[in-house]
């Protein structure tokens, strides 16, 4: 394991600077290919599932396809179209279009120069294999995109993701602000009690959660996903707090001083000061809501129209498990975004996760 | 535990209390209204979604609740505990979730630290692009993750196969064999690593450089130094991410869900404590029966976590200043 050693990988080493800065550089490019080779591994599913996703059907079973989306070549010829396969001809591999099939030897044309004539092969065609090329098949999208309704799955889950965490952000900054910015008996073992709701596993307030909102006829609407979240959740508002914290409190006291109340110094003095961890909130909590998948379940499984990605798609995967072509396809939209906002946002995320991870 | 740095109920601000009592009081009285106002979104929240539900969820596991016939429930004690012990598919299920994380957590937690290692060591170039790939699949929903893998995991179409055949391995039938399964959701779930990698990095960052000069003078090698300065100084995060994946297992869902189309197939081999409690609550509608598991499930999480705090002591380091 030389990663973790790595500061002390002889800065004394003996030799010439020369030497030392070859044997650093062969370091560097040795870590640096295993780095590649683990990290190729570890996302070879995702090129699985691009290439599969752009694949025909019947690539999928065939013998000696390549793991890239093509087709079976043809050739048209004097209005006919003859299969290309690879025949092996002087000790090299030809694509040959076959003319003339027999049981020991066949005809050939070479479809790059048809008027060089016909090539006579001695050999059983049937042990050579297709000629593949390079050929994206789009339509697995389009056929994923109607058959699981992105538009109304895409609209459901915004809809919910985007209360659910106007609600979970709104209220996690005035609580955070409450338990950052001022005294009140009991402050202390209220945050604490808070935190320690943490480890209360959900399914402990499931049922009866779930029964209330059955008898107010909340299960199978939106509410019982988004109206809780209007209620402030410890993660956030631990996240919050801790940002609030490192915001000195002389601007407070500056507002105050200037006659601001308590909501003008959230609205104009903590809010533009916070808005890192603000980010940092409002994406985790979308992207939680987007990924969601036990809730949903539980309050919309008989109301198909209102189900989010997450749940349309297990529907979707269970209806079409026989067609990897269109689930491959179904999973690249269902990921597109979430992967995208974390390209430009990663660095919010990434902080985000050490915040509430490390300082607790 | 950082949890409460700044001092609370510390001196007044105001200069000389004694000169003007009436204004400090309201001053004070003010502070102290504002702060509940201002939390008091959390505790409306924590009453209605905490506290009582877990109260009516405790009286709802003494009795045999039934949303489709609310009015015929009855109280039966603890029958609902009794029957537990006498419940072969709960014990399947427990068993399931312990050979799981038996098998699984600690591995997942060594590759997350070896990635972390890796992409942590200056001798790797481009460090934040592998630290990005490497959190990447955290960002992908679940449910899609998993039909990738699935794919992936194909018996006969899938890369995974394709692969140990090219090297002349025969490959299982890893999501329909019940002994392949659970490794197969384990390799699924080493694309979660990416906040365990990101915490241990910000343990590993947190080792003082000197520390490895010292070990070094004192003649230890890699290993050694691995052994003793890496690993004491990062086990409070060790701890943490330990912590969290224990309980990540015991709510281990979406992606036994997913492969198993929600029956815990093949043979209840993927017949998680979360799907069957799932299954017993919103499948057979045996909601007191639910309530109790999650009880139960609620002591096991309770009990491991106060169970590994207890041995902590032996082999989590406590700095100085923490």
């Not at chain 1, 790595?6 to 062969?26: F, K, T």
């Not at chain 2, 959390?42 to 596991?61: D, E, N, T």
């Amino acid at each position: 394991m030389r990663a973790v050693t790595a500061p002390l990988d002889r800065p004394m080493a003996q030799g010439s600077p020369l030497r030392r800065q070859l044997r650093r550089l062969a370091a560097v490019s040795g870590t640096t290919f295993l780095a590649i080779a683990v990290v190729s591994a570890f996302l070879m599913p995702l090129a699985f599932m691009i290439t599969t996703a752009f694949k025909e059907p019947s690539q999928l079973g065939a013998p000696g396809a390549p793991l890239y989306p093509a087709a079976p070549e043809t050739f048209e010829w004097e209005g006919r179209d003859l299969a290309v396969y690879d025949v092996p001809i002087d000790g090299t591999i030809r694509a040959l279009a076959l003319v003339e099939p027999h049981r020991e030897d066949a005809v050939f044309i070479d479809p790059v120069a048809p008027e060089a004539g016909l090539i006579e092969w001695q050999g059983r065609w049937r042990t050579l294999e297709q000629h593949w090329t390079f050929q994206l098949r789009a339509e697995n999208f389009s056929n994923a995109w109607n058959a699981i309704d992105f538009p109304q799955v895409f609209f459901n889950t915004f809809a919910i993701a985007g209360l659910s965490t106007l609600g979970a952000v709104l209220s996690g900054i005035c609580v955070a602000y409450g338990f950052s910015r001022f005294r009140f008996p009991g402050r202390n073992g209220l945050f604490i009690l808070m935190i320690a709701t943490i480890i209360l596993p959900f399914q402990v307030t499931l049922i009866p959660t779930y029964t209330v909102f059955l008898a107010l006829g909340w299960v199978g609407t939106w509410l019982p996903l988004i109206v809780p979240h209007f209620f402030a959740n410890a993660y956030n508002v631990f996240l919050l707090r801790q940002y609030f914290l490192t915001i000195p409190r002389d601007l407070d006291e500056a507002a105050m001083i200037d006659g601001a109340g308590s909501f003008r110094i959230l609205r104009s003095v903590i809010i533009p000061q916070a808005r890192p961890a603000i980010v940092a909130v409002t994406l985790f909590h979308f992207f939680w809501a987007w990924n969601e998948y036990f809730l949903p379940l539980v309050y919309l499984q008989s109301t198909p129209d209102l189900q989010p990605l997450s749940v349309a798609l297990s529907r979707f995967n269970a209806l079409f498990s026989t067609e990897p072509t269109l689930i491959q396809a179904a999973a690249i939209m269902a990921m597109a975004l979430p992967v995208v906002v974390f390209f430009f946002a990663q660095r919010a995320f990434m902080r985000g996760v050490v915040i509430t991870g490390v300082e607790k | 535990m950082a949890l409460n740095p700044v001092p609370a109920g510390g001196p007044p601000i105001v200069a000389d209390p004694a000169a003007r009592p009436r204004r400090w009081e309201t001053l004070r009285g003010r502070e102290r209204l504002s702060g509940l106002v201002f939390i008091a979104p959390w505790i409306v929240g924590f009453v209605l979604f905490s506290a009582l539900p877990m109260i009516a969820s405790l009286v709802l596991s003494l009795t045999d609740f039934d949303p489709r016939r609310p009015n015929e429930i009855t109280f039966i004690g603890l029958d609902n505990y009794a029957q537990m012990l006498r419940d072969p598919v709960l014990l399947e299920s427990l068993g399931v979730t312990v050979r799981f994380a038996v098998l699984v957590v600690p591995l997942t937690l060594g590759f997350a630290l070896a990635v972390a290692m890796l992409v942590n060591s200056t001798l790797l170039a481009g460090r934040n692009v592998f630290r990005t790939l490497f959190y990447l699949p955290m960002q992908i929903p679940l449910v899609a993750s998993t039909m990738v893998w699935v794919g992936v995991l194909n018996v006969s179409s899938g890369w995974l196969n394709l692969a140990l055949g090219s090297v002349g391995l025969p490959g299982p039938d890893w999501l329909n064999s019940t002994v392949w399964v659970l490794p197969a959701l384990g390799l699924m779930g080493l694309w979660g690593i990416g906040n365990m990698m990101l915490i241990f990095l910000a343990g590993l960052q947190s080792v003082p450089t000197e520390l490895y000069d010292a070990a070094r003078v004192d003649g230890a090698g890699r290993w050694a130094s691995f052994r003793s300065v890496t690993l004491p100084i990062i086990s409070p995060v060790l701890f943490y991410n330990l912590i969290i994946a224990l309980i990540a297992t015991f709510q281990y869902f979406t992606q036994a869900y997913v492969v198993s189309n929600g029956r815990g197939d093949p043979d209840r081999a993927t017949l998680f404590f979360n799907l069957n409690l799932y299954r017993e609550g919103f499948a057979f509608f045996h909601m007191g029966y639910a309530s109790a598991l999650a009880w139960l499930l609620f002591v096991i999480v309770l009990g491991l976590t106060i169970l590994l705090f207890r041995t902590a002591r032996g082999w989590v380091y406590e700095g100085g200043g923490r």
